[in-house]
């Protein structure tokens, strides 16, 4: 049982949760939010019924905690540990004794925690946790005196802190610490270190004082003690640090397990994961897994089978049916091991790790409602047949080419969608934002503290290419290319600079709020920014145009560009004719996270800039999000990033082709790509000839395999007026928003969230992408919420500065000195009063 439990009755403070969730469940009553890494229990109320109940535990509440009357209705219903039985210490004796074995515990109300009252209402609930909410102020003693006869006291949130404790507030660590009781002279305590992403896979055995454990609750660092050196700060010299998800107390209150996520090379002295030696099954084939996703050489089995998803499919269908065939329990395992690789193998290209799986799994299990688990149609044997059912037929090369490439669908005006499922639809993949940042944190700090060399390494290893220096200094060399596309950027470049010029903020803003003080606002360049464009075997010169060029016409006195080189070293032509069109001042030839942290920190060779901009893959993204949150990197990011959005409005106005056209151009993008087409009233038969030719243009298309799988995860949304079409648009909040519609331009107003809008049938998001003038670095993933799209003033900062007279501070200056003093803050009324003449 935790040391206490703590009960959510204030504003949220996201950092004091946090902390909070590491050690003590949390709870919540049902107007709050259930939330995914905290072990929540739910409080009902009288008037809550069975189907509220479990609907909760079905969406992932650990516990509910009920009256006596709905208690009674839920026997046989909902599983007793996941129960909690509501009374007031006045009514303990009347609980039937049905109820004690329908529950795993009880939450006591009373109004002091007095030790002997909870001693003798205990007796009836044997076997059964006990949990104590009092009026009395919680103090550590308290906490101590409740668990030395089985009870945990509940704390509110408001009487939490971070901060030392006090005589309104306990301190988390403290709450936590005060029950502990060691068995050694040392006062220490054995502590198991399990790995939290690795099946719980034990690390090693270290012990823990009460400093250290305080230090590890309120940091989320692995924080020990080491009986030769004292508090031990793991990976503080080593860099294999740990971030610590959980602490648990054993049964005697006398060991520690913590659950971490460990990074770096391993747990052990030796680099190795574990002390207990390396990891085997099915933590060893993740690992090595992971490994070949980023290391496989070109032509190796596991290569193939990342690069080509329609093998991978294939194969993952031929061991199903093979597993299902399997007679004995030599051939079953055989089977079950080479299905486990091959689905495996899909997971991590989805980005999908076994501690997702596991997480998935325990989910699954909370539930109390149970589908009822029939087999779909096409796996079922025909009726009357004695034939196994059959899987759906593998095709070598491409998954189900002759079946439709077809979108979902969902109706708005449905009377059985509910809001939940509305919802539902408007969200995007899970992104594991904290799970990648563990991943690129080692290769960031590898750059941050060797500078060139690590930057040199990593570039050999994943981009390929052996350099000896990484930055490219001016005059660049001119690239070869063909007129054509000459042309085509030097018309983009002109339309790009011509837009983004005219959004310089160059006018000084000056208010005189009060005669004789002058209020100025005015815009400067940030002076050092870095620009990525992704890169390798991609060409991206729209990428660099819509970054440089408003840095150039910002004014930014360095403008260092990165991108990944070609295996020569070398830099595609178009890229480094747009450089040389935007006046770069260096060029850094390196990709991924290793870039990024270049950027942020500098070496011997690569200027540190002041703001990192542009897209990139997850590993970019991460790296980005990393040290924007470091203050010894001082640097900012232009905003979140995800996968590439497209949403479409179209009304019976529309042209099929050009609706299908718009959607498949961000399909194409990748096979997460997020397309949505919101019908406005479109009658049926012009849905069915939009989704006839996402078919058959898809089909005409090279990247059709990609597009295949990023189309069946889309959606078609039937909204019952162009109204809620909007309304569903700016909820969605798309980086990308077409309008087909008749008067389009006249529905531009409506727009509330969006990153950028093409308005009218011959307004493709291409145009947008390359050449039209605006810029295509927008918000995704619905961040188009509170982001705009990266413009001009990305790229400048504002400064403000008044000027108050003599005469404007005699009018001024007793309304600040008044305010001052209100604060308390006397040296700042008197830089007032001593320029009056006043006395201090």
Known sequence: MPPFVALLDAERDDELFSVVSRVAPIIIDPSQQLIPDATSYVQFDQTATADDIIRYLD??????????????????????????????????????DSLSTAVSGVLLKTPSSDVDLITSVSRFFVGLSIHVLSDDQPTPSSITQLAAIGASLVIPFSHLTLAPTSDQQVNVADAFIAPLQSDRPDGLFPTVVSSYNEGGRSLGLVYSSRESVAQAILTGQGVYHSRKHGLWRKGETSGATQDVVYIRVDCDSDALEFSVIQHGAGFCHLNRASCFGEVDGLSALERTLKARQQNAPE?????????????????????ADELCDAQNQEDVAFEAADLIYFALTRCIAAGVSIRDIEDSLNFKAKKISRRPGNAKAPYLPSSGSSQKPALPTQTPQKPDPDAPIRMRTVDLSDPKLTPEERAAYLKRPVL?????????????????????????????????AQLDTPLLLPPFESPSLSQEVREAIDIAYSNIKKFHAAQVDGATLEVETMPGVVCSRFARPISRVGLYVPGGTAVLPSTALMLGVPAQVAGCEQIVLATPPRPDGSISPEVLYVANLVGAHAILRAGGAQAVAALAYGTETVPKVDKVFGPGNQWVTAAKMLVQNDTDALVSIDMPAGPSEVLVIADETCNPAFVAADLLSQAEHGVDSQVVLVSSSLPDKMLVEIEAEVDKQARALPRVDIMRESIRRSLVVKAPSVEESFKFSNDYAPEHLILHLRGAQGWVKHVKNAGSVFVGPYSPESCGDYASGTNHTLPTNGYARQFSGVNTQSFQKHITSQHVTAEGLQKLGPVVATLADCEGLGAHANAVRIRLGSSI
């Open 59 to 96: 969406e992932g509440a650990h516990k509910a905690i009920v009256p006596l009357q709905a208690a009674k209705n839920l026997i046989g219903v909902v599983p007793p540990e996941r129960l909690i039985l509501l009374l007031d210490v006045s009514n303990a004796g009347a609980v039937p």
């Open 299 to 319: 032509g190796s089995y596991t290569r193939r089978l990342f690069d080509d998803p329609a093998l991978l499919r294939a194969k993952i269908k031929e061991e």
């Open 432 to 464: 594991k934002s904290d799970e990648m940042i563990a991943k690129v944190k080692p290769i960031v700090e590898n750059v941050r503290t060797r500078g060139d060399a690590a930057l040199l390494e990593l570039t050999a290893k994943f981009d390929k």
